[in-house]
């Protein structure tokens, strides 16, 4: 009878603890990958020299919240259709290493 009550009370607790929406229920989403973005070569040419400037001294694997706050503000500034565009793209970063050229031509083929 014990082991019934204890078995219960496992199952339950497990059940509580599941995650059934996988983290997307609530809460804040996810943010974009670190990285310049991959809807760089869109933007203006101002824009895109800013960007690339913030994104010049990351290093793979260090925290970036810096460097999305300061590409946030000047994607937010953009005219409303510029990032109307850009927002419907996919958000992969290029690879660190990656010359903005080469992951273009890749994307290209993809497209």
Not at 19 to 48: H, M, T, V, Y
Not at 74 to 93: C, H, Y
Request: glycine letters at 8%; a positive charge.
């Amino acid at each position: 009878m014990i082991s019934k009550i204890a078995l219960s009370v496992l199952l339950l607790a497990v059940v509580a603890e599941a995650k059934p929406c996988f983290g997307r229920c609530g809460g804040r989403p996810q943010p974009p990958p670190c990285g310049i973005p991959p809807f760089l070569d869109e933007l203006p040419a101002d824009a895109q020299a800013k960007i690339t400037e913030i994104w010049k001294n990351y290093k793979e694997g260090d925290k970036c919240y810096e460097e999305h706050g300061l590409t946030r503000e000047i994607v937010d500034a953009l005219p409303k259709e510029v990032r109307k565009n850009i927002t419907k793209k996919t958000t992969t970063s290029v690879p660190q290493g990656t010359s903005k050229r080469d992951f273009g031509q890749v994307r290209r083929h993809l497209q």
